[in-house]
């Protein structure tokens, strides 16, 4: 179970974009200091989730939450034993059959942000936003996820995706162009 003094780390570390995720900031960090398991969804109903901005050669993939019905990233609970990058890799994987990298040596997170998780959840995520890179195949998602899962050209997933995700969206087309030119990437995205 990843420990919540690396949870304040990670999250003291970041520097936010934008006044959204200075705010966010703020509360990831007021929570942490009052959860006693802040990565366990049944001690709060705020709890640490990881999610991930998959870009890959094809742009970038987006799925329809089962739940909400919005295309968002993918992502999800912090399991026993898992660290926010694990937890990232694995809802990628669960959500789009992708099995997605941390490019170079050290998770890049992205971007923070707090948010209900929907009326019919009724509970708010504090998300660590990573980028993932992920190979150019047709997401395959597993039985009971989303079906509604696809590579998105940047601008059509940008047109998309609920309006809390277009600053991650904007932050991972960045970095990727970035890790394009270094030879880390795996391509250039469309």
């Known amino acids: 179970m990843v420990a919540r003094a690396e949870l304040v780390r990670i999250v003291t570390s970041?520097?936010?974009?934008?006044?959204?995720?200075?705010?966010?900031?703020?509360?990831?960090?007021?929570?942490?200091?009052?959860?006693?398991r802040?990565?366990?969804?049944?001690?709060?109903?705020?709890?640490?989730?990881?999610?991930?901005?998959?870009?890959?050669?094809r742009g970038t993939v987006?799925?329809?939450h089962r739940v909400l019905g919005r295309w968002l990233q993918p992502g999800g609970h912090i399991e026993a034993g898992e660290s926010p990058p694990e937890a990232a890799r694995r809802e990628v994987a669960e959500e789009t059959g992708?099995?997605?990298?941390?490019?170079?040596?050290?998770?890049?997170?992205?971007?923070?942000?707090?948010?209900?998780?929907g009326e019919a959840l009724g509970h708010t995520h504090l998300d660590l936003c990573y980028l993932l890179t992920g190979p150019d195949h047709d997401p395959t998602p597993e039985a009971g996820e989303s079906p509604d899962a696809s590579w998105w050209g940047w601008?059509?997933?940008?047109?998309?995706?609920?309006?809390?995700?277009?600053?991650?969206?904007?932050?991972?087309?960045?970095?990727?162009?970035?890790?394009?030119?270094?030879?880390?990437?795996?391509?250039?995205?469309?």
């Open 14 to 36: 970041h520097e936010p974009a934008d006044t959204r995720e200075v705010d966010a900031k703020e509360r990831f960090l007021v929570e942490l200091e009052r959860l006693e």
């Open 62 to 64: 987006l799925h329809r």
């Open 155 to 190: 601008d059509d997933a940008r047109d998309v995706a609920d309006d809390v995700l277009r600053p991650a969206l904007d932050a991972a087309r960045s970095r990727w162009a970035e890790l394009s030119v270094s030879g880390r990437g795996q391509g250039e995205a469309r």
């Open 38 to 57: 802040p990565w366990d969804q049944r001690a709060d109903p705020v709890h640490v989730t990881a999610s991930a901005v998959v870009v890959g050669v």
């Open 98 to 117: 992708l099995d997605a990298q941390h490019p170079g040596s050290a998770p890049l997170l992205l971007r923070l942000d707090v948010h209900r998780a």
